[in-house]
């Protein structure tokens, strides 16, 4: 995911937030509200999956590892229900110390909360099954999981 492409899904998402918290709450809009976060949830699940995948083939791509590289994009390109504990297995298949460091972080249940509970409400969804989520946990999910990114980050570059 490109560096537009990680801005172009921000952007979609806040705007997402914004159209459903614009709505009314008068009782005419719950329908509405409740379908629109279905898919604010989807595309967070998107998100993830698409920026975890990208952030390593982008660190690989700096160190000129082209093998790394293909195989990272072959193996994970259709990579879904990137819960936490995939991120570890595919973090620690790369380096067992980024796992640790991960667990080590002091917001770790925070980023696992986030991720999972996304996950989870998205494999919800997308199976037919009734979902309680709401605009207000999916927006605070999603800024604890730009700030996994943002940890992962430092992870992987120290």
């Known amino acids: 995911m490109s560096n537009e492409l990680k801005q172009s899904f921000q952007i979609r998402i806040n705007s997402l937030i914004t159209q459903i918290n ?27 999956e698409k920026n975890f995948i990208h952030m390593l083939v982008k660190y690989f791509s ?3 590892s082209p093998k790394i590289v293909r195989f990272i994009t072959q193996t994970h390109k259709h990579t879904t229900n990137l819960k936490m504990k995939k991120i570890e297995d595919i973090l620690s298949s790369f380096d ?40 207000k946990s999916l927006r605070d999910w999603f800024e604890k999981i730009n700030d996994f ?6 992870i992987i570059h120290n």
């Open 96 to 135: 067992t110390n980024w796992t640790t460091k991960l667990k080590d972080c002091q917001k770790y249940d925070e980023y696992a909360g986030a991720i999972n509970s996304i996950v989870d409400n998205r494999h919800k969804i997308a199976h037919g099954e009734n979902t309680t989520v709401t605009v």
């Open 22 to 48: 614009s709505l009314n709450d008068d009782g005419n809009n719950d329908e509405i509200k409740s379908n629109l976060s279905r898919y604010l949830c989807i595309l967070i699940s998107g998100y993830i």
């Open 62 to 64: 700096v160190r000129n």
């Open 149 to 154: 990114f943002e940890e992962i980050n430092k």
